[in-house]
């Protein structure tokens, strides 16, 4: 591998940590009420401008809501922090998203991802942790939308609240969920 890219690579992966390790030392209770605020504005947001979004949170059992960031050359990478929360109990848990894959691709890209849950089996399972790989090819240009699907399938549906972000690629990706154990 060049040095130049293998240089990008490092500087991408510690912008990305310093960010996580920056957030990390604010106090448990501040970073739960953050990513409250946060998780609620783009719930919000989402059910107010779709509505098929606000017919499938109105079914859902439950719904988790993170707030990330993705950039990539040829390698994609990226992360963010959100909450799971069952409307039926009020439970919240508190998670980690990552994200890789490799392929075609340059540029960066923040958005929220709000889950919705058809079951509370499939809600229980999503916080467990777990692998989603999904092949995907979008083009995203300093442009706020949504792309969403209209429906659950395998008992969850995804939609993606893009914010100003540039991001064109074709990648194959890997997400993988877990729970931040400090603040649970």
């Known amino acids: 591998m060049p040095i130049k890219r293998c240089m990008i690579y490092a500087v991408l992966l510690s912008l990305g940590l310093g960010a996580a390790i920056a957030q990390d030392a604010k ?5 739960r009420q953050e990513i409250d605020k946060t998780a609620q504005t783009t719930l919000d947001g989402l059910i107010k401008s779709n509505e098929s979004a606000k017919a499938l949170y109105d079914k859902a059992v439950g719904y988790a809501v993170f707030k990330a960031t993705k950039a990539g050359l040829l390698v994609s990478g990226g992360g963010g922090t959100g909450v799971a929360v069952n409307k039926q109990t009020g439970k919240r848990t508190y998670m980690r998203m990552g994200l890789g894959g490799i392929g075609l691709g340059i540029g960066a890209q923040r958005y929220e991802l709000v889950v919705m849950f058809e079951t509370p089996e499939y809600l229980e399972k999503f916080t467990a942790g777990g692998w989603d790989s999904s092949a995907t090819a979008e083009a995203a240009a300093a442009k706020e939308g949504v792309a969403a699907r209209a429906s659950f399938m395998n008992g969850v549906a995804f939609f993606q609240v893009t914010d100003k972000g540039l991001m064109a690629h ?4 890997g997400t993988k969920f877990w729970t931040i154990d400090d603040l649970n």
Do not use: S
């Open 27 to 31: 106090p448990a209770a501040e970073r």
């Open 170 to 173: 074709a990648d194959v990706t």
